[in-house]
């Protein structure tokens, strides 16, 4: 391994939308030492990774993009991923931070120097790097899992995630099965069925569905958000109060919440008229329990002559296919994925070494705690974007992350400024922001008692915010210096409770 000597001011583990963020609003803050490093070898996180056919955000894309980042030209009111993709690239390019970015690197360990007030970052090649502060933005749903299936090594069919497509297998005429009934599979299924022989659909849960109103940005649209920008930021901001509105429904289970039920029962009931196959797909757990689907497509697509839903739960994957506990076993040439995410509800997939070397993983094991997200106690200069409590469940993820850029970026400067060794939040202030998190989640539909990747194993919710996007907002403008503990380069060894700055 070879350790740089440089100290960098900053490094970023990531280049999604949160990293390319973070790099732009940093070097907007006029802190210009920074790297970037990037496993793959292209830039653009989930939406480089996510290239199954109809893959496209359900959030509307006036809404899922930076607001300080406008792009006048979608061409959809919910792009395509491989426009959002592009969108990235573009970002990339407009503010010139490619020559920042060091690809085919892969963190995999960070480790905090007391002494020094660096984080050395640990790569799996020789590279090591260290820098005085650190923005983790590799995101929660980076790496995706193979479901616990018995017998799935046996099959001898060919297997394909949806986070990890395969362009070079042709369906055409194949039988293919599709495992999972979540958001990527409602836009999967839709485009599979025009060309597969026969697609079954292996459903455990079946989850609320509201209609997506995809329609194409009109041209004079376009025109107008290009040369009127405020006329861009007007539509995102009735979008993103469009979408505040529905926490009512979403987050807190009230009499909304039963709205939210009937438009969706509505929906089922106007694309669905089998009265069977109705029932199959009528959810039983309360509305924004588990995310959301928007799909205008997937229930006419499942009852196509050439598709069929299939509620057995699987007892097994053969080597010709699966097998369902009534005992028929489904031959088949393919069989996709969309069975989600290895989700970080317990840290990064790497170890990160804090002060007095504190293992992330262990203190997270029962579930992750931060402050505001994006702090933790004993872990100094380090920004966890889309960290604990930072999920929304009713509005766009960049607008919590924009919170998060902004916030991250008062730390970083706040250091840079005062010369700090290091700013280090509060375990008290961390541990009173937690209670009074924990007791309001209480109260939220993810608690209701469904299953979903939001939770732990045990139940715990690491994962959502329990509010409106206006509330975490209010907390991620508040940069308050009296929350942390902040050591200065020059003064010596012992912690100096933060009371001055001049951030
Ligand atoms: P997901 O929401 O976790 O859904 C996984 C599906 O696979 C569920 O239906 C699950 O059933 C099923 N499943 C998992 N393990 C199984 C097993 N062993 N046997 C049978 N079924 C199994 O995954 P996802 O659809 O990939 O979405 C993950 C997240 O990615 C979303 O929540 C969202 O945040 C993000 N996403 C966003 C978009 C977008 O448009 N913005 C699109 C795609 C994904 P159960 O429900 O019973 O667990």
Redesign the pocket.
């Known amino acids: 391994m070879t350790v740089g000597t440089r100290v960098y001011d900053t490094l970023i583990v990531g280049t999604g939308f949160t990293g390319i963020g973070t790099a732009i609003k940093l070097t907007q803050a006029g802190v210009d030492d920074f790297v970037i490093l990037e496993r793959d070898d292209q830039v653009g996180g989930t939406w480089r990774d996510?290239t199954y056919p109809g893959?496209?955000?359900?959030?509307p894309s006036l809404l899922y993009s930076f607001s300080f980042v406008a792009n006048p030209t979608w061409s959809r009111a919910y792009s395509p991923a491989g426009e959002i993709r592009t969108h990235i690239e573009d970002m990339v390019d407009r503010f010139d931070l490619r020559r920042r970015i060091q690809f085919g690197v892969e963190v995999d360990g960070l480790e905090f120097d007391e002494a020094e007030g660096t984080w050395t970052v640990k790569t799996t090649g020789r590279k090591r790097f260290r820098a005085r502060s650190v923005v983790l933005a590799s995101g929660p749903?980076s790496d995706h899992r193979w479901?616990?299936?018995r017998g799935l090594e046996s099959y001898e069919g060919h297997k394909i995630h949806?986070?990890n497509w395969d362009h070079d297998y042709d369906f055409t005429g194949k039988r293919v099965a599709v495992?999972?009934?979540?958001?990527?599979?409602v836009?999967i299924v839709p485009e599979l069925v025009k060309k597969a022989g026969f697609v079954k659909v292996?459903?455990?849960?079946p989850?609320w569905v509201m209609p997506r109103l995809d329609v194409a940005t009109p041209e004079v649209a376009q025109t107008a958000f290009a040369k009127v920008p405020a006329v861009q930021r007007v539509a995102r901001q009735a979008l993103y109060w469009g979408h505040e509105a529905t926490a009512t429904a979403l987050v807190w289970n009230s009499p909304l919440t039963g709205l939210v039920k009937r438009l969706s029962k509505a929906h089922l009931h106007r694309q669905v008229k089998d009265p069977w196959l109705r029932r199959q797909l009528t959810p039983d757990f309360t509305p924004g329990c588990?995310?959301m689907l928007v799909s205008s497509d997937y229930y006419p697509a499942l009852q196509r002559d050439n598709c069929k839903l299939i509620d057995w739960p699987?007892a097994r994957i053969s080597p010709v296919g699966i097998r369902t506990s009534d005992g028929i076993e489904h031959h088949l040439d393919a069989i996709v994925f969309?069975?989600?995410?290895d989700v970080h509800l317990t840290g990064p997939p790497f170890p990160v070494t804090g002060v007095g070397g504190r293992s992330m993983a262990q203190e997270w094991s029962g579930g992750a705690q931060a402050y505001k997200s994006i702090n933790a106690h004993g872990y100094p200069n380090l920004f966890i974007m889309t960290g604990p409590n930072s999920g929304p469940g009713h509005n766009s993820l960049l607008v919590f992350v924009e919170g998060q850029i902004d916030y991250a970026v008062a730390g970083i400067t706040t250091i840079l400024r005062n010369d700090l060794r290091f700013l280090d939040v509060r375990a008290d202030v961390q541990q009173r922001h937690n209670e009074v998190l924990q007791k309001r989640l209480t109260k939220t539909t993810w608690m209701s008692g469904c299953?979903?990747?939001y939770l732990t194993a045990d139940g715990f919710n690491a994962s959502m915010y329990p509010g409106f996007a206006t509330q975490y907002l209010r907390q991620m403008r508040d940069f308050r210096f009296t929350d942390y503990e902040a050591v200065a380069r020059d003064a010596g060894s012992h912690r100096l409770r933060a009371v001055t700055s001049s951030a």
Do not use: H, V
């Open positions: 996510n893959a496209a955000c359900d959030i749903l479901p616990e299936i949806s986070a495992i999972g009934t979540g958001a990527s599979a836009q292996f459903q455990r849960t989850g588990k995310r699987i969309a069975t989600g995410y299953n979903s990747w």
